[in-house]
């Protein structure tokens, strides 16, 4: 089957979508959450994409493997004793896990009472799910946390950022009190801040009785298996009414799956079997309402098909690949130890002292080095990491991407190349702040996205392509923006200090946001103003005045407004410039580089219009052209993220050899930039 994933138009369609008695959140969740973030909307998108890429690309032979998904339970309660209201009990939270196993891997006895006219399309989705049982930081874990909260207004920014453990490696459940008529919610992958990422259910409709004691027509645990659904990319099947009902457009619109009917609108309770909603040609067919990603009662949902199967599994496969990382579903962690050196990729036999590096994965490990730069890491887990390292005045670099590393993954030798100051807020560099505000201070962490008035006021995400999730950020704290932004004075944020007098008439470069919104009324009069100070003076680069509160990219020739020295630093300075004006101001600084003019043309390469793979496809080697000067890295991977090998270009041409590997899918990222050209290998 060819899956083609919809453009714009259908998502925007999506908006005008609704249930007038919804029992899943999801609609109205994605609907409001794109209004107000109209830009999160290429996010999902690309995850979209990704999933078509994989689907149009993928054997059927390599969809069998089994997926194991570890998961985490938040019981959000209001101080009951354990088993009682809310605080719901672990026999409870098992017997979920027990549904979801049986669901997902087409073990329900209720598969029986399919229609006959279905029964082929029933799918063995090859997913399970554990509770966890290591926490992030590796310590044994029963898989479930318990949280007293006796106010949970604004859920989602208030309470799931303080409780979630790492999405990339769980999935994130919190069990509280929903409205009467919403039994749960799901975050779809790609779209939401990750602090958000997970499900939430109502503790009425978790797990199934007798374990589950609440008297529902929903106490058989579906919830979460519709809920998971959603979580692994799945919308619902009367998605957009009787829509895609052609074998032209059932790819495209409804739920973009061609082997679930359209439904007009969700079914509820009982329906009569032979329910036909929506007229389908060439052959129409009755509604499928006992799929689990209807509304129907629990008793009456038995079955995902071969196309949600598909569609599930591409998503763990692309957006979700980190979560098969996860070792949390075994029940024993075996630990190593690595060892590698940190060089100067102009000389490799001398090692940089002090650098760091991070093994970012299973659980992150991060160690600094020693003064010739050899560094040992403890306590590994075997898995998947990206492996960075960095020090200032070098230019932070990735090792390996996703790299399986195991206890024969041998001594790590990794180059940084010198003179190039860059700073993406992966590592602490020891950047100071100051303020004389009472409120909003700078802080590195990853942001927390806040709205005023439908427009973004805090990032909800760092600067696309980087290494982390991090950048420097005023205020970030969940809630209204007025209860964290920079009040009363500014916050200052001032690098640490660099050295360019051995540099080729060099560069500053960074991203910065600012937003000022006004309030009541008020004429918004607040400014950000970045300086670069070489000891003696300073000079401004900019005096940001209106609002640009989205990530842009500024770059300055040093000459043309310092003199260089060995003392230079830049200074961030955010506003309130009025203590009666009671406006809102918002910051944040990333991707700060101080480097040659020389490196600029490979350092600003774009895939688009820079970068060139030629034969494409091929019997075996392609040449990577690129503006770029020797020794710049470039990774290929398969298609499942596993990293075939890594080199470096040899100029413009560099061969790219392909031979020793089979026929398929592979991808190639250059740098630092984690864009990607596909290559096909015949």
């Not at 919804?22 to 690309?46: G, I």
């Not at 779209?191 to 009425?204: K, S, W």
């Not at 009785?209 to 799945?234: R, S």
């Not at 008035?453 to 995400?461: F, L, Q, R, V």
Request: aromatic share 12%.
């Amino acid at each position: 089957m060819r899956y083609i994933l919809p453009c714009v138009s259908f998502f925007l369609s999506f908006l005008l979508s609704a249930q007038p008695h919804e029992h899943c959140a999801f609609d109205r969740f994605v609907r409001e959450y794109l209004q107000q973030h109209p830009d999160a909307l290429s996010r999902w998108e690309k995850h979209h994409e990704s999933v078509r890429e994989y689907l149009n690309n993928t054997p059927d032979g390599q969809r069998s493997t089994i997926i194991k998904i570890p998961v985490v339970f938040h019981v959000i309660h209001s101080g009951e004793a354990i088993g009682v209201g809310k605080n719901i009990s672990q026999a409870q939270i098992e017997s979920q896990i027990e549904v979801l196993n049986e669901c997902y891997r087409k073990r329900n006895a209720d598969t029986a009472l399919v229609p006959s006219w279905f029964k082929d399309r029933i799918a063995d989705v090859g997913i399970e799910f554990c509770l966890a049982q290591y926490a992030p930081n590796g310590t044994p874990t029963t898989g479930i946390t318990r949280h007293q909260f006796n106010n949970t207004n604004n859920f989602d920014t208030n309470i799931k950022p303080l409780t979630q453990w790492d999405h990339t490696r769980y999935l994130n459940i919190w069990t509280t009190v929903l409205n009467n008529t919403i039994l749960g919610y799901a975050t779809p992958p790609g779209l939401f801040p990750n602090n958000q990422d997970g499900v939430v259910i109502d503790y009425r409709y978790v797990g199934r009785a007798p374990a589950n004691p609440f008297n529902t027509n929903y106490k058989l645990g579906k919830t979460a298996v519709h809920e998971v659904g959603h979580w692994l990319g799945l919308f619902h099947t009367f998605q957009d009414s009787c829509a895609g009902n052609t074998p032209a457009t059932c790819a495209l619109a409804g739920d973009r799956i061609c082997d679930t009917p359209p439904t007009k609108e969700a079914n509820y309770g009982s329906p009569s079997l032979t329910q036909n909603t929506c007229i389908e040609t060439p052959v129409d067919e009755y509604d499928m309402w006992m799929n689990y990603m209807d509304y129907t009662d629990d008793e009456n949902l038995y079955m995902f098909t071969l196309g949600q199967r598909d569609v599930m599994r591409a998503t763990l496969f692309t957006t979700r690949l980190s979560i098969q990382s996860s070792l949390s579903c075994t029940d024993t962690f075996n630990t190593f130890t690595v060892s590698g050196r940190v060089v100067d990729a102009a000389n490799t036999n001398v090692g940089i002292p002090n650098a760091k590096v991070l093994f970012d994965g299973v659980s992150d490990f991060e160690t600094t080095a020693d003064a010739n730069g050899y560094f040992t890491i403890n306590g590994l887990y075997e898995g998947h990491y990206d492996i960075i390292a960095g020090k200032w005045g070098c230019r932070t670099s990735a090792y390996g991407i996703n790299q399986h590393v195991t206890p024969q993954s041998g001594f790590f030798t990794i180059p940084l190349k010198t003179k190039h100051y860059y700073d993406d807020f992966t590592f602490n560099f020891n950047w100071n702040t100051s303020t004389t505000a009472s409120n909003g201070l700078w802080t590195r962490a990853t942001p927390i996205g806040t709205t005023w008035n439908g427009e973004p006021a805090n990032p909800s995400a760092d600067v696309p392509d980087d290494y982390s999730t991090r950048c420097f950020v005023t205020g970030n704290a969940a809630g209204p923006p007025a209860t964290a932004n920079v009040d009363n004075g500014s916050v200052i944020l001032i690098s640490p200090s660099f050295d360019l007098t051995g540099f080729n008439n060099p560069y500053i470069r960074y991203r910065r946001w600012f937003f000022s919104g006004s309030q009541n009324g008020n004429t918004p009069d607040d400014q950000m103003v970045i300086r670069l100070n070489n000891g003696s003076s300073n000079v401004i680069l900019e005096a940001v005045t209106a609002s640009e509160n989205q990530w842009v990219k500024k770059e300055f020739r040093v000459s043309d407004y310092i003199p260089i020295t060995n003392n230079m630093r830049i200074t961030i300075e955010v506003s309130d410039l009025s203590s009666g004006n009671s406006n809102l101001v918002e910051g944040g600084f990333d991707v700060f580089e101080a480097l040659n003019e020389s490196a600029l043309p490979a350092e600003d390469i774009t895939i688009e219009n820079d970068v060139e793979i030629y034969p494409n496809p091929t019997a075996g080697k392609v040449y990577l052209h690129m503006d770029a000067k020797p020794d710049y890295p470039f990774f290929v991977y398969d298609i499942y993220g596993r990293e075939v090998f890594k080199s470096y270009t040899t100029g413009n041409n560099t061969e790219v050899d392909l031979t020793p590997f089979p026929q398929g899918i592979y991808l190639l990222q250059t740098g630092a930039v984690k864009k990607i050209l596909k290559i096909v290998r015949q």
